[in-house]
């Protein structure tokens, strides 16, 4: 046997290399060439979760279950105009900022409620302020639910969060009726 015929020439390297590098290059490619629309789609998902189990979606997926819950409750009122609901002109910071901020107005509307109805003070957790105040009769069960799920959407907001996501938001902020 010839060393020659156990060793490729430098043409089959050649191909071999070529096999191996075209797809990483083509993926590159691609990314390059639409860089922008990328950029777009990843401000608009929100936060990405990446484990074992797969990529989770999770703050998008948090803020259409939260409409879908306030669309239960509270029904949109249907109009013949085809205006949508602006976000007010007066919003200030980066959407994260905005949504931060909405939080805080909530838990703070359950601290003054609680504070008015005489609940001791060590009361800390936002959840368990808004179910003692539905115990009580304070706060209807269905302005509860809303607080809640909205607590719940703003803790998993992240610095990625977009405009049209904070906007969403308020839209679901106004519905509560504070």
Same mark, same amino acid.
């Given at each position: @046997?010839?060393?020659?015929?156990? &060793?490729?020439?430098?043409?089959? @390297?050649? *191909?071999?290399?070529?096999?191996?590098?075209?797809?990483?290059?083509? !993926? $590159?490619?691609? *990314? #390059?060439?639409?860089?922008?629309?990328?950029?777009?789609?990843?401000?608009?998902?929100?936060?990405?979760?990446?484990?074992?189990?797969? *990529?989770?979606?999770? $703050?998008?997926? &948090? !803020?259409?279950?939260?409409?879908? /819950? $306030?669309?239960?409750?509270?029904?949109? %009122?249907?109009?013949?105009?085809?205006?949508?609901?602006?976000?007010?002109?007066? =919003?200030?910071?980066?959407?994260?900022? =905005?949504?931060?901020? @909405?939080?805080?107005? !909530?838990?703070?509307?359950?601290?003054?409620?609680?504070?008015? %109805?005489?609940?001791?003070?060590? +009361?800390?957790?936002?959840?368990?302020?808004?179910?003692? /105040?539905?115990?009580?009769? *304070?706060?209807?069960?269905? =302005?509860?639910? @809303? +607080?809640?799920?909205? #607590?719940? /959407?703003? %803790?998993? %907001?992240?610095?990625?969060?977009?405009?049209?996501?904070?906007?969403?938001?308020? &839209? !679901? $902020?106004?519905?509560?009726?504070?």
């Amino acid at each position: @046997m010839n060393i020659q015929d156990i &060793q490729p020439s430098h043409f089959e @390297m050649v *191909i071999k290399l070529i096999e191996i590098i075209i797809w990483p290059i083509t !993926l $590159f490619v691609i *990314i #390059l060439l639409f860089k922008r629309n990328f950029q777009s789609a990843f401000q608009r998902l929100g936060s990405i979760k990446a484990d074992a189990t797969g *990529i989770a979606i999770t $703050f998008e997926k &948090q !803020l259409e279950a939260t409409k879908q /819950l $306030f669309d239960k409750i509270k029904p949109r %009122a249907v109009s013949k105009s085809s205006t949508s609901i602006k976000p007010s002109e007066n =919003q200030t910071g980066t959407a994260y900022n =905005q949504v931060l901020t @909405m939080r805080k107005d !909530l838990v703070n509307f359950l601290k003054r409620k609680s504070e008015v %109805a005489g609940f001791e003070r060590n +009361i800390s957790l936002p959840t368990q302020m808004c179910t003692k /105040l539905v115990a009580n009769n *304070i706060i209807e069960t269905d =302005q509860a639910q @809303m +607080i809640e799920a909205l #607590l719940n /959407l703003t %803790a998993k %907001a992240t610095t990625n969060t977009s405009q049209a996501q904070a906007d969403s938001i308020q &839209q !679901l $902020f106004n519905k509560i009726e504070l």
